[in-house]
């Protein structure tokens, strides 16, 4: 687990005690390398005709199922779940 941990912080707590809190950032060891920045799509995707008709159908199903959670809001089936 070491390698996939980071951000190591050894703090005080907000209680009188004589320990010390450690907190550290532990990543999934199958997740995918991103890098530092924010995850962008490459600009010439947006002249691909497939894919944006694909991207606006998708937002248009979720607006739609978003939508119905109006009347029949469960645990299982609300806006945060849908999104």
């Not at 005080?12 to 950032?25: A, C, L, P, Y």
Request: aromatic share 4%.
């Amino acid at each position: 687990m070491i390698p996939h941990s980071k951000d190591w912080e050894i703090d005080s707590t907000g209680i009188e005690t004589d320990h010390q809190m450690v907190s550290v950032r532990i990543s999934d060891a199958q997740m995918p390398y991103v890098g530092k920045g924010r995850l962008t799509m490459p600009h010439f995707l947006l002249k691909d005709h497939k894919l944006t008709t694909q991207v606006k159908r998708m937002g248009q199903k979720l607006q739609q199922d978003i939508d119905s959670c109006r009347d029949s809001r469960t645990e299982e089936h609300n806006p945060q779940i849908v999104y």
